[in-house]
């Protein structure tokens, strides 16, 4: 999918299981995550390993996301595991 997002259109891959549960998201982000750490669009996304219905929203509840997703540089640096949520 293409998003718009400040008028820059940005390429979003979502990977879905055969019972349609979102199981990684994929992009290119604006960083300095470069061996010359300078700024540049980077590889970036994650893997979903798990979602949980609370109310009637089901929402990704365990996941790792990091720079270089898909390649061979890839070494997440957030992990998140949500154990509640409210919605107002």
């Not at 820059?8 to 299981?17: A, F, I, N, Y």
């Not at 669009?41 to 798990?50: R, S």
Request: proline share 3%; hydrophobic share 35%.
């Amino acid at each position: 999918m293409i998003l718009d997002i400040d008028g820059e259109e940005m390429e979003v891959r979502l990977t879905l299981d055969a019972k349609g549960r979102l199981r990684s998201v994929q992009t290119e982000r604006w960083g300095n995550a470069t061996d010359e750490k300078a700024f540049a669009l980077i590889p970036f996304g994650g893997d979903i390993e798990e979602e949980r219905q609370f109310g009637n929203m089901t929402i990704p509840t365990k996941m790792t996301v990091g720079w270089w997703y898909g390649t061979e540089r890839y070494s997440p640096f957030f992990r998140a595991t949500i154990q509640n949520t409210e919605f107002k």
